[in-house]
């Protein structure tokens, strides 16, 4: 099983997901832009030949390149988990004539208009919503929309340039506020809890699945400083709350024809329990979700997923064990560096069994940028079989742990 996986070592997660190839017997030939010398250690290991590349931007030009260098040499799978490049990867397993998403479904994954139609077209609730080149056409979406209306990239990510407007005056400065964006999606506002469904996915079939809980809202968190963010696993996912997210998310599957790999979608709870789709990725959840679902089915899901995209199946015991809290912490204080971690003596104390794992920017050290470095200057997962434990748990280190900049 020879696997052509793009960019192995940068984002953060990606040598993980190398790792887990290897481990299931693939052979795995990296192409990146780095130095080969500059990859992660893991990375490195799990690598049997690497390509680097001058710029991952010239498609064509990198298309070619890999021809060059694996001739003679038979390709099965090409394999990439970072969003940008998702294009390139389907351009490759067009030119190798490989299973995996092609460029045309990975176009409708891209472009958040296109989602929406296509999970529209088959039945399931999706917000009003159109796209927008100019003011002009983003005015006559936002009539139709109604408000509050949400106004974001069309091809964004990480909540960047993305406004909830509750009347026409803050819809036009968010229009102001996102001058520079090419294409824009404008929204009905969805007011509710905010969710996540993920698979992954061999053949068509889903092998595993997951729901997690956002507090609060990605937006609300990329707009205030001073908020710990908490995504939580849920082991019940047939349960009241999560469940209507996991039958939209059959649908959406099978509305996209998805068939390999690792999906993340997004969705909203309303009040009256309705799921209404917000998003989807074909490509594994970022902010350490993969680690978080790890340690609620204490599984190894970069393991499992190249099992899957390898081999069609997912051997791991895949049935939840634990509800799961993940919690980022940021700086406080009006410093730069980490003077204290107030709080941490006790809640060590009091939870210390139910801790999966616990990472705080050490002391003496500069405080991290966390619109830069997603897990700012604390990452905690606690976890519990019981749900509201857990969530008093999860609580209790968003309230009572400070990392104190000084
Ligand atoms: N229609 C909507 N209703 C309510 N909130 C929304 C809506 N669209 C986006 N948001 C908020 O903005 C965030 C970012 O939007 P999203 O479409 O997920 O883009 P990305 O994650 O790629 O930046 C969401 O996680 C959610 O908090
Ligand atoms: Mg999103």
């Not at 090409?78 to 390139?88: A, G, N, Q």
């Not at 998805?258 to 594994?284: K, L």
């Amino acid at each position: 099983m020879n696997v052509v996986y793009l960019s192995p070592g940068f984002p953060a997660e990606m040598p993980l997901f190398v790792r887990g190839l290897a481990e299931v017997g693939a052979k795995v030939f990296g192409v990146g832009d780095q130095p080969a010398a500059a990859l992660p250690i893991e990375a490195r290991q799990a690598l049997s030949d690497y390509l680097q590349v001058r710029s991952l931007s010239d498609e064509d030009g990198i298309v070619a390149e890999v021809r060059r260098w694996l001739r003679g040499r038979s390709v099965d799978r090409v394999e990439c988990s970072w969003e940008r490049l998702m294009y390139l990867a389907a351009r490759l397993r067009a030119e190798f004539g490989v299973p995996g998403m092609n460029v045309e479904q990975t176009a409708v994954v891209r472009d958040k208009e296109r989602m929406k139609e296509a999970v529209e077209r088959a039945g399931l609730r999706v917000p009003r919503h159109g796209r927008a080149r100019t003011r002009h056409e983003a005015w006559a979406v936002a009539e139709h929309v109604g408000y509050p209306a949400i106004i974001k990239p069309i091809d964004g990510a990480g909540s960047q340039n993305t406004f909830r407007c509750n009347d026409a005056a803050e819809f036009e400065a968010a229009l102001q506020k996102t001058r520079e964006v090419v294409e824009v999606s404008v929204e009905e506002y969805i007011e509710g809890e905010e969710l996540t469904y993920d698979t992954v996915c061999a053949g068509g079939r889903i092998l595993f699945e997951n729901v997690s809980w956002y507090r609060p809202k990605p937006m609300i968190l990329a707009q205030n400083a001073w908020i710990s963010m908490q995504n939580i696993v849920l082991k019940d996912i047939h349960a009241d709350f999560p469940r209507p997210g996991v039958e939209l998310g059959h649908g959406v599957l099978k509305a996209l024809g998805f068939e390999y790999g690792f999906t993340h979608m997004e969705w909203f709870r309303t009040a009256s329990g309705e799921a209404v789709f917000g998003e989807i990725g074909g490509r594994p959840p970022g902010a350490r979700l993969v680690h978080a679902m790890n340690y609620a089915y204490d599984i190894d899901l970069f393991r499992g997923w190249a099992e899957a995209v390898c081999y069609g199946k997912l051997s791991q015991d895949t049935s939840p064990k634990y509800n799961a809290s993940m919690i980022f912490k940021r700086a406080q204080g009006p410093g730069s560096v980490v003077r204290e971690h107030r709080g941490l003596r006790e809640l060590l104390a009091r939870y210390g069994e139910h801790i999966a794992t616990i990472e705080l920017t050490p002391i003496g050290e500069p405080k991290r940028d966390w619109r830069k470095v997603v897990v700012g200057d604390g990452w905690v997962v606690v976890r519990h079989p019981d749900l509201q434990l857990t969530l008093q748990m999860s609580e209790a280190f968003v309230q009572d742990l400070t990392v104190v900049a000084g």
